[in-house]
Structure formats: C-alpha cells, structure tokens
C-alpha cells in the first residue's frame, strides 16, 4: 500500500485528487494550511481509514514518511494569489524547496502542479512545453507566474544534482465542483452570478480565449503523469485544447442557467493573456490522456453543485 500525500488537498484540485487516490485504495496524507481550502472540500473523505490532514503551510519544512507527492499547495485565482503576493512567491518557492528535501529524504516521487501562467501571454499559440514563455516578472501576476517558474527550476535541480524523481504537469484552466464560490475565477464567477440573478462581469471586451478543462478530466491526468515511466518527467501540457472567448464562456452558463441575466464589461487586469490553449501531443502520445468531458456537459454538473 503506497502512502502519498497530497499538498494543497483541501483545494479545489487537491480535494478531487484525494478522492479519486482513495479509490485506487492509496493512504492518503492531505497538507494544507486553508488559506484557499476548505474543511467542506474533504469533509466526505474524513471517515475513510486511509485518509488523514494535517493543517500545515509548506513554506515550513516537514517530516513524513511518504512514496509519492503531489505538491498543489498554492492559490491558484488571481485575487487569492494576488492578496499576499509574498507569501504567493514563498510558497513556490521556499514550499518547493521544501518537499523537494523531503522527497530527496525518503526517495519520493514527486509531482509539482506548474501551470500555463509559465508561457505568461503567450506570443506563440497553442502552447507547446518547448516554447519558453513571456512573462512580465515584476507585474502583479510576476509572483505566481515566476514563483511557478522558479518551482519548475529547483524540480529540475534536484532531479540533475540528487536523483530525485520528478513530474512536471503544466495544468490550463481547470473547472469544476468544489471551487469557492468566492474563488475569483472566471467559471465560478459566471456561475455563481447567473444564478443569483446578478450581471455576469466580462472584464475587457470578451476576446480574450481560454480552454477550459472539467477536473475529473485533470485528475486522470495528473495521475497517469504520476504512474508514468520515471523517465517522463514533463514539463507536460495537461489541458483541455479546445478554445472559447470568454464571450462564449458567458453566453454558454447565461443560455444553461437564467437567459434573462445580463452582461456587463469590466476593466481588463494587467498582463491579463489573451489567447491560451495548450497543445497535449505530448500527453496524448506519452500518457495516452486527452480529455473527453465537453464544456457544456462540465458546466451542467459545476451548476449542479453551486445549485
Ligand atoms: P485552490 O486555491 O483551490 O487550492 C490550493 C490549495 O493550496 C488550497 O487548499 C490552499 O489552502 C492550499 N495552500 C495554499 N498555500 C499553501 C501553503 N503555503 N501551505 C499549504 N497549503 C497551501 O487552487 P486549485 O485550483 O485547486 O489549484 C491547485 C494547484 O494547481 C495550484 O498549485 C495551482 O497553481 C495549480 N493550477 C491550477 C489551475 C486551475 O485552473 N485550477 C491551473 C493551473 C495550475
Ligand atoms: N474574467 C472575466 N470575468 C470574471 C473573472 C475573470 O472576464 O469575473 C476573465 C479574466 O480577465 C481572464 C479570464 O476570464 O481573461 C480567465 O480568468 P481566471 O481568473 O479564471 O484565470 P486566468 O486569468 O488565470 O487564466
């Protein structure tokens, strides 16, 4: 029985990894400090025997025994990560460092949720994992889009310099059951808006693209990338290729909820990107994953659960 632990477990992601790791029959050991996560998320899964949490912030080492880490402890929403912008970079940074010594200590495989804020706004469309990003690093974004950056180093330098076994996965837009309904993303807002009957807020003009993939899809992903050869290591696209606006984003949760709610324009964030889509050749061919839940299918059961 492999014991894995899963940072960041009481976040959106987290609580589905943790859930979907528990039915493979894996111990699981659920770090989080709750700053974005929450005891509802894994409320159903305290009575598992083989589940655990521990309330911890990584930026300050610990001591466990493991086999495997998912390391997702980190906001992932622009308001959440932009609140404490330093503690944002310590997390990254001084929490990558520190379960990568851990998995250096007890020869853990070891999984870091990167991301595709790495390409910043992309001047090369979809995203490939060889193009190496534009990314502003001293805008209000710099402190997730480099300290992700910056995690992906230290993976890389403690994979060359003491052997430890890594897994880059470059996850895109994710969607699903149990984002806060004050999370600040682009899905939970729509939805959360339309059916409290309030305006759906388009910040700039709509154009701008997303691809978004519903979380059952990611989860899958994210574990094969675990279960994969060792000598797969990523950095690995994980996201679902097919692109709307968020226009389209809107008029699809406005036509699936209350088509009587009306749209309003915000001002555009700074260094918001405006085209992203991830090119998963190489998760198709290495990892034999694509995504198969289409949006209108994943926004339905996102709708269901903020219902
Ligand atoms: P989330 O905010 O719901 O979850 C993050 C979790 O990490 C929360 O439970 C939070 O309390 C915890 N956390 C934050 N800082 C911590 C710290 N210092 N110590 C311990 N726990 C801490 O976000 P999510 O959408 O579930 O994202 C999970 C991971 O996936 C993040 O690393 C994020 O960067 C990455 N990611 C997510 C998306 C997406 O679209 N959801 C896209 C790209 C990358
Ligand atoms: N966005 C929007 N209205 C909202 C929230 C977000 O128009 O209420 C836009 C945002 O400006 C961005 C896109 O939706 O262009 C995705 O935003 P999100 O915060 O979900 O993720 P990210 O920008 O990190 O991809």
Redesign the pocket.
Known sequence: MKTILV??G?????SHLCAALLRKKYDVIC???????CKNNIRSLIDNPHFEVIR????VPLSLEIDEIYN??????PI?YQFDPV?TTK?NVH?SINILDLANRTKAKVLQ?????VYGDPQEHPQKESYHGSVNPIGPRSCYDEG?RCAETLFFDFHRQHNVKIKIAR?????GPNM?CN?GRVVSNFIVQALRGEDITIYGEGHQTRSFCYVDDLVKGLIALMEADDDITGPINLGNPIEFTIRELAEHVIQLTNPSNQIVYKDLPVDDPKRRRPDITQAERLLGWSPRIPLQEGLLKTIHYGS
Not at 31 to 37: A, H
Not at 72 to 77: M, N
Not at 171 to 175: L, V
Request: glycine fraction near 12%.
């Open positions: 940072t960041g009481a976040g959106f992601i987290g770090v989080d400090n709750f700053y974005t996560g911890h912030d990584v930026t997702l402890a980190c906001p992932a929403s959440h503690q997390t929490g949720a990167s991301t595709s804020e992700k996850i895109f837009n994710t969607y806060n999370d």
